[in-house]
Nanobody, 121 residues
Framework: VQLQAGGGLVQAGGSLRLSCAGSGRTFSSYVMGWFRQAPGKERAFVAAKTSNGITYYADSVKGRFTIYRDNAKNTVYLQMNSLKPEDTALYFC?????????????????WGQGTLVTVSS
């Protein structure tokens, strides 16, 4: 079971941190990721971090968002800085042992329930 926290309403240029706690003793072996879905749009890749620390980011968030994980707490975080109105979406954390295609939401097996991020202009 994955739980999500964080999110909320923030003005453009502000920051938010999302967190997602996983369960189980094998959390550290999972690839963890974040996706987002804006109204009327497909679920889109945001960031991912492998068990050995390799990170991936969507071009739209590079330099603004940071994914990091605390395996001792079974938690993955998404630090979002310099937020823009176009970052407004429902954000989901995801987990998989080995997603075939990191950026494809269909490659991931486990999902959080989603948390809403709204960035006002």
């Amino acid at each position: 079971v994955q739980l999500q926290a964080g999110g909320g309403l923030v003005q453009a240029g502000g920051s938010l941190r999302l967190s997602c706690a996983g369960s189980g003793r094998t959390f550290s072996s999972y690839v963890m990721g974040w996706f987002r879905q804006a109204p009327g749009k497909e679920r889109a890749f945001v960031a991912a971090k492998t068990s050995n620390g390799i990170t991936y980011y969507a071009d739209s968030v590079k330099g603004r968002f940071t994914i990091y994980r605390d395996n001792a707490k079974n938690t993955v975080y998404l630090q979002m800085n310099s937020l823009k109105p176009e970052d407004t979406a429902l954000y989901f954390c995801a987990a998989d042992t080995s997603p075939r295609t990191i950026a494809a939401h269909t490659s991931w097996d486990y999902w959080g329930q989603g948390t809403l991020v709204t960035v006002s202009s």
